[in-house]
C-alpha cells in the first residue's frame, strides 16, 4: 500500500480547486462517499459505496466514542447510582437506535447524503436552517470541551498531589502571615525528617489545613499526614506555597499557558487545511486510547489502590430532575447521529434493514464501553468523582498518565474534525445568505477558510480558558446532542409519512407518526430542561 503524505502539498494550504467546503461536507473523511451527479456511478454500481457492513460497524463506534466518556461516572452519580444510570442508558439507546434508523430511511427517501441534508430535503428550509445551525453550535462547544480536557490531563500530569495539594498559603521565609509567625521549611524538613514525636506549634496550624484539603488518602504523602510523622514534601508543601497575589507556580506550568500553547503549536496548524484526510490515522489511535481508558478505569476499581476508599454511594436518585441531569452526558456520548448518514451511503449496499442491524451492534458495542467506565468508575470514587474521571486518579500513577496521554492525542487530532464539520457549515450558512453558488466564490475561498478558522479558534481558546469545569460544558451541548437524536429524527418521520400519498391510512402510518411526536416531544423536553439547568445553576453559579 502507498504511502499517503497528509497535507504535504502547497496546494492544500492554498486556493481550493473543488467547491470543497459547503455545507454538504459534514460527512466523515474517512468514509468513501459514492458520487451523487448523474453519470458518475460508483465501482459497485448506482448509488453504492465502498464500505462493508463490519467496516460500518466500527466507523460508526468511532463516531460514537470519544472524550464523553470522561464524563460517565459524574453521570452516573447524578442519576442516583449504578441501577438508576443502567436504567436510563438502556431506555434511552432504544429511541437511538431508532433514530439512527430514521434518518438511514430518510435519506433512502430523499436521496440526500448528510445529516443536514436530509432533514433540509424532508423537513423543509427553515427546520434545515436550524438543524445547521444547531450543527455548528455543537461543534463549537464540542471543541471547547475538547481544550478543556487537554488542560484537565496536563494539570494533572505536572503536579503530583503527594507534593502540592493546595496547601494553606504560608510564606516560604517564615515571615507573618495573617498576623502568626511561622518557622522557615528547612526547620519543618529537619522536624520531618528526624522527629518521631508531634510537630512543634506553629507547625501544626498549617498542617491541619494540609490534611484536611486532602481529597483521597491515596499515596504516602497522606497516609502519613493522619499520624505524627509527615515526609519532608509535605511539609515543603505546606511551608513553601506563597499567600495568595504574591505569586505561586512557575508561569510556564500555569493552566492557561499550557493549553495556549498546545493549541497554537497543535490544532491550530491542523485546523487551518482545506482537507482532513488524517482522520484515518486519528480514528484509529481514538478507539484504541478510548478502550485503554475504560480497561484501565476497569482494573483499578477490581485492583484499587490499597488506602483508596470511595466516598457514599447513592442507591437512588435524589429526584426525577437529578435522572434528567444526567440526560445530556448520554446524549453526547451516544451522538453519532450527523455523521450516521454519511456512513449509511458509503455501504456497499445501504439498505434500511441491513443498517439497522449495524447500529445495533455499534450502539451495544458502545453502551458496553460506556457502562463499564461509568459503573467502575463510579463505584471506585462514589460521589465524590470528578466530571472528568481521570481526575480523580492520583497524578504518580504511570498506567494512569498513560491513559491521560492517549486521551490529549486523541483530543488534539478530533478538534480539527470537529471544526471541519462546523467550518463546513458555517461556509454553507455564509454563502446561501448571499445567494452565492460556492463554484462562484471559489476565489476567496481561501481568505474566508482561515479567518473562519481563526475566528473559531481562538473563541474556543478564549472560553476553554474561562470555563474550567467540562461538565459544565457537556451539561450545555448535551441538550443540543438530545435534538438531534430525538428531535430532529422525530421531524423527518413525521414529514416522510405525511407525505406519502395514500387516501386510507394504514394503523402502521398512524403508529410511525405518533412514534415521531413522541420522539420530537421528549427530545424537546430534554433539550429545555437540560439547558435552562446548565444556565441557572452550572454556567450562572
Known amino acids: 500500500m502507498a504511502q499517503v503524505s497528509i497535507n504535504s502539498d502547497l496546494g492544500e494550504w492554498g486556493l481550493s480547486t473543488d467547491s470543497g467546503e459547503r455545507a454538504r461536507l459534514l460527512q466523515s473523511p474517512s468514509v468513501d462517499i459514492a458520487p451523487k ?44 447510582g449504578v441501577a438508576a444510570g443502567i436504567t436510563l442508558q438502556m431506555a434511552m439507546l432504544v429511541f437511538i437506535i431508532s433514530g439512527l434508523v430514521i434518518l438511514a430511511y430518510c435519506s433512502q427517501a430523499s436521496n440526500e447524503r448528510t445529516y443536514q441534508e436530509v432533514v433540509w430535503a424532508v423537513c423543509g428550509k427553515l427546520t434545515g436552517v436550524l438543524c445547521e445551525v444547531a450543527i ?44 502568626k509567625e511561622h518557622g522557615t521549611p528547612a526547620q ?59 505569586g505561586g507556580s512557575p508561569w510556564y506550568t500555569d493552566r492557561k499557558f499550557t493549553i495556549s500553547l498546545t493549541a497554537f503549536l497543535f490544532i491550530l496548524p491542523l485546523s487551518i487545511p482545506r482537507e482532513i484526510g488524517f482522520q484515518k490515522y486519528a480514528s484509529f489511535l481514538s478507539v484504541v486510547g478510548t478502550w485503554y481508558v475504560t480497561a484501565i478505569i476497569i ?12 466516598a457514599d ?72 468523582v470528578d466530571p472528568d474521571v481521570l481526575l480523580s486518579y492520583p497524578s504518580e500513577d504511570m498506567a494512569v498518565a498513560v491513559a491521560r496521554a492517549f486521551i490529549i492525542l486523541s483530543v488534539l487530532t478530533s478538534y480539527p474534525i470537529l471544526h471541519f464539520c462546523g467550518r463546513a457549515v458555517v461556509e454553507g450558512l455564509w454563502l446561501r445568505y448571499q445567494g452565492m453558488p460556492v463554484e462562484e466564490d471559489v476565489g476567496r475561498e481561501r481568505r474566508r477558510r482561515v479567518l473562519q478558522t481563526l475566528v473559531w479558534f481562538l473563541l474556543t481558546l478564549l472560553l476553554a480558558l474561562f470555563i474550567p469545569d467540562i461538565g459544565k460544558v457537556i451539561s450545555v451541548i448535551g441538550g443540543l446532542a438530545a435534538c438531534f437524536i430525538f428531535v430532529f429524527p422525530g421531524l423527518c418521520l413525521i414529514q416522510a409519512k405525511l407525505s406519502e400519498m395514500e387516501e386510507v391510512k394504514p394503523a402502521s402510518w398512524w403508529a410511525m407518526v ?26 450562572l453559579a
Open 514 to 539: 405518533s412514534y415521531g411526536v413522541l420522539l420530537v416531544t421528549l427530545g424537546a423536553f430534554i433539550f429545555g430542561q437540560t439547558t435552562a439547568n446548565a444556565i441557572f445553576v452550572d454556567l
Open 313 to 384: 454511594i447513592l442507591n437512588r436518585p435524589a429526584s426525577w430532575i437529578a435522572v434528567f441531569n444526567a440526560m445530556p452526558t448520554i446524549c453526547f456520548g451516544f451522538q453519532c447521529h450527523v455523521s450516521s448518514v454519511p456512513v449509511f451511503n458509503s455501504m456497499w449496499r445501504p439498505e434500511v434493514k441491513t443498517w439497522g442491524g449495524v447500529v445495533t451492534a455499534a450502539m451495544v458495542i458502545a453502551l458496553a464501553v460506556y457502562m463499564g467506565t461509568g459503573i467502575c468508575g463510579f463505584l471506585t470514587f462514589g460521589a465524590a
Open 136 to 179: 455548528a453550535t455543537y461543534t463549537f462547544g464540542t471543541c471547547i470541551a475538547f481544550l478543556i480536557i487537554i488542560g484537565d490531563q496536563q494539570d494533572k500530569s505536572e503536579v503530583p498531589p503527594q507534593c502540592l495539594p493546595h496547601p494553606p498559603p504560608l510564606s516560604p521565609g517564615g515571615h507573618a502571615v495573617g498576623g
Open 188 to 246: 519543618g524538613l529537619a522536624w520531618a525528617r528526624h522527629s518521631s514525636g508531634n510537630p512543634p506549634s506553629w507547625l501544626l496550624g498549617p498542617l491541619d489545613r494540609w490534611r484536611s484539603q486532602q481529597r483521597w488518602r491515596t499515596t504516602p504523602c497522606s497516609s502519613l499526614a493522619s499520624r505524627s510523622v509527615l515526609p519532608p514534601c509535605a511539609v515543603i508543601a505546606v511551608m513553601a506555597k506563597e499567600p495568595e497575589g504574591a
Open 37 to 80: 451527479s448523474e453519470g458518475e456511478a460508483p465501482p459497485g454500481g448506482l448509488g453504492r459505496g465502498t464500505t462493508s457492513t463490519l467496516g460500518a460497524i466500527f466507523i460508526v463506534v468511532n463516531a460514537c466514542l470519544g472524550a464523553g466518556l470522561l464524563n460517565f461516572p459524574a453521570a452516573f452519580s447524578t442519576a442516583g
Open 299 to 310: 482494573i483499578k476499581y477490581i485492583w484499587p489502590d490499597k488506602e483508596m476508599t470511595p
